[in-house]
Nanobody, 116 residues
Framework: QVHLVESGGGLVQPGGSLRLSCAASGFTFSSYAMSWYRQAPGKGRELVAVSTSTSGTTNYADIVKGRFTISRDNAKNTVYLQMNSLKPEDTAVYYC?????????WGQGTLVTVSE
């Protein structure tokens, strides 16, 4: 059975940092592209960052480039999202996603709130 469990969300002040983790099980983690998405209140879900399964290439949404870093530890079946210089507009539920061909799995999400 596939599980993706996010953790690390919370309340942080503008300019602060958080590190999200997503622990995966039930599939061959190293073969999957791992991504982070987010959904702000009243908005659609948007892609934040991707880590490919092969070359380890990473890609980022323009709005987080230079502030967020995605990384993965295939030995621990875990993907991370380091978020620095957080802004109020980064407030959202952050979701972990695993994708390989027609297979796509989602975590339950973790809430990040950036506020004074």
């Amino acid at each position: 059975q596939v599980h993706l469990v996010e953790s690390g969300g919370g309340l942080v002040q503008p300019g602060g940092s958080l590190r999200l983790s997503c622990a995966a099980s039930g599939f061959t983690f190293s073969s999957y592209a791992m991504s982070w998405y987010r959904q702000a209140p009243g908005k659609g879900r948007e892609l934040v960052a991707v880590s490919t399964s092969t070359s380890g290439t990473t890609n980022y949404a323009d709005i987080v480039k230079g502030r967020f870093t995605i990384s993965r530890d295939n030995a621990k079946n875990t993907v991370y999202l380091q978020m620095n210089s957080l802004k109020p507009e980064d407030t959202a539920v952050y979701y972990c996603n695993a994708a390989l061909g027609p297979f796509r799995y989602w975590g339950q999400g973790t809430l990040v709130t950036v506020s004074e």
